[in-house]
């Protein structure tokens, strides 16, 4: 310090040193001097003030002992180079050491990596370097490989999740971070410009420092070798797999039969009991199989909405004297087809960009089904991931679960998606037929019911047929000319007489369960359907007007034409 205004100079944690020459006619009080130099952070003043200032002023002691800032008179025959040169060395010294400490980790973890160990391994390693729980995460705090992790997650650092808790990155910086006592390190793992994740540390025998977190960087940089290595392999592998089942599941393999023996050799079982016996995916005269276990297939907003083909199903005798003996429960496939609902912006986690959402919806689906069962055939392409599911005749409850784990901890991203599921089959020939009803159920699940919407092929019922109409246009003049004024868009009155009509045909004509249900007066309802058949013309009378209605009303519900 050789200028009275030095507070524009200092900078935090430093040692300030002085000879006492500004401050002999500082026109400043030295109390308010020593109450700046703490508000700006400094560590400590050392004066040596025997030639200028004769000794310590007591306002200067007296305000510094207020504060509880330190002050440091230095012996005349001290020189300031002595000073400089002694601290300057232990703070290099420091430094080597967690640049040494940091290389052994470094060295470690390397050869970890060399000898082929993966994240596991390295995780494990750092635990006992570093004396506490070590985990690997995704970009979003699901956990890849870890050691000890089971001691950390009641902290609140987590999401509890069932089975798998999540951490919660997008609240938890870099760096050093306490919680309820608790301390850890966080840093994340880039390669490439692309954030591949997180590794954490937290501290066990003793608390972390400088040193830890820098050694935990060091450890970041082998960690992201691991997961661009782990992921360079994958992709090879994941290529291949991917060709052999988009080739099964478009019919462009030449001997379906031997699909299965090819499948076996890249770690999948698509092989079926020799009892299962084949039944085509299209069978007529048949129920459909599962189709008892699940709901109908229903419109937004319209909770009595039935399929055209329910409307015209015979009474539950003729049901039952009817169906067929049912065949044992065979273990048979199922196509599942899941594609993230468009429209959806992603959040990077860091400055860094993220792997492609695709790409990360892929890995999320493959590592649920590899923990229920890896013999199970999963991969992703382009927009879609298919999976070939081996089941019962419903497969529903497993569906359920798995789309219940790719939301949840399974790490989709945390973005939506659409669901599509075919109709169980009995033999690999049937894969085609099978994939191109997943992908049907799911289109016309989207454009039903929204994002996020799970539909089987087998509940579709009249949207199976309109599905297979590839122009839109042709299904809104079919509706508009159907429909006429009933189908403006906007009107109240019109989408008013709309639902009457709905109901109607929904109770089959009961114009008085009708008006229940829309709880009118029976005479409201009677004069309500004369102005629709105005309208539509006779449909009480026509059948075949009433079948024209019930499509054009399903139409309406369809979204996106």
């Given amino acids: 310090m050789e200028v009275p205004d030095i507070l524009p100079w200092v900078k935090p944690k430093e040692l300030l ?3 006492g020459y500004p401050l002999r006619h500082s026109p400043t009080p030295l109390a308010e001097l020593i109450a700046d ?9 050392a004066i ?3 030639r200028y200032l004769g000794g310590l002023p007591p306002e200067l002691l007296l305000a510094a002992d207020d504060l509880g800032f330190p002050v ?10 002595d000073i400089l040169t002694d601290v300057l060395s232990d703070v290099l010294d420091r430094q080597a050491a967690v640049l040494a400490r940091a290389d052994r980790v470094h060295r470690a973890l390397a050869q970890i990596a060399l000898e082929g160990g993966g994240l596991a391994e390295l995780a494990a390693e750092l635990s006992r370097i570093l004396g506490g729980p070590v985990l690997v995460t995704t970009p979003d705090g699901r956990v890849l490989a870890g050691h000890g992790a089971a001691d950390v997650h009641h902290l609140p650092c987590f999401e509890a999740e069932p ?7 997008e609240t938890e910086p870099p760096g050093l971070a306490d919680h309820h006592g608790v301390q850890h390190a966080l840093v994340p793992i880039v390669a490439g410009r692309v954030d591949h994740g997180r590794l954490v540390a937290f501290a066990g025998r003793r608390a972390f420092d400088a040193a830890d977190v820098a050694a935990l960087e060091r450890a970041a940089t082998v960690a992201a070798l691991a997961v661009v290595k782990e992921l360079a392999v994958a992709a090879v592998e994941d290529k291949y797999r991917a060709d052999f089942l988009r080739d099964l599941l478009t019919g462009r393999l030449d001997d379906p039969q031997s699909a299965a023996v090819h499948a076996a050799t890249l770690g999948w079982d698509i092989e079926l009991e020799p009892g299962s016996g084949h039944r085509p995916a299209h069978s007529p005269g048949t129920k459909n199989p599962g189709a008892g276990s699940r709901q109908p297939l229903r419109g937004p907003g319209h909770s009595q909405t039935q399929t055209l083909a329910q409307a015209q199903t015979p009474n ?13 429960n065979k273990t048979r496939l199922t196509v599942l087809v899941a594609e993230l609902d468009p429209g959806q912006s992603v959040l990077p986690a860091s400055q860094h960009a993220l792997r492609p959402a695709r790409e990360r919806f892929a890995a999320a689906w493959q590592t649920v089904v590899a923990v229920r069962d890896r013999s199970t055939p999963v991969a992703g392409f382009n927009q879609e991931v298919v999976v070939v599911l081996k089941s019962g005749d419903d497969p529903d409850p497993l569906v359920r679960s798995l789309i219940a784990e790719v939301s949840g901890t399974g790490g989709g991203g945390r973005r939506t998606f659409s669901t599509g599921v075919s109709r169980p089959v009995s033999a690999v020939a049937d894969l085609p037929a099978a994939y191109d009803e997943a992908r049907r159920a799911v289109r016309m699940g989207r454009r039903l019911n929204g994002p996020a919407s799970v539909v089987h092929f087998d509940a579709l019922g009249v949207y199976r047929l309109l599905s297979q109409i590839p122009d839109p246009a042709e299904l809104r003049d079919f509706a508009r000319q159907t429909l006429k004024g009933l189908a403006v868009d906007g009107d109240p009155e019109a989408e008013d007489l709309r639902t009457t009509l709905e109901v109607l045909l929904d109770t089959n004509l009961n114009v008085a369960e009708a008006a229940r249900r829309l709880h009118f007066h029976y005479n409201t309802l ?7 058949e105005r309208l539509v013309g006779p449909f009480m009378e026509r059948p075949d007007l009433r079948l024209d209605l019930s499509v054009a009303l399903r139409i309406l519900h369809m979204r996106g034409l």
Avoid: C, M, W
Avoid at 37 to 45: E, P
Avoid at 163 to 169: A, F, H, V
Avoid at 317 to 327: G, K, M
Avoid at 526 to 532: F, L, P, Q, V
């Fill in 17 to 19: 040193l002085t000879t």
């Fill in 37 to 45: 130099l703490d508000r700006a952070g400094l560590s400590a003043i």
């Fill in 48 to 50: 040596k003030p025997h």
């Fill in 72 to 81: 440091i008179e230095l012996p005349e025959r001290v020189a300031f180079d």
């Fill in 163 to 169: 089975g798998d808790p999540r951490l919660r990155t």
């Fill in 316 to 328: 539950k005798t003729q049901t039952q004297t009817q169906t067929p003996t049912p065949t044992p």
């Fill in 526 to 532: 009677r004069y309500r359907i004369g102005k629709i």
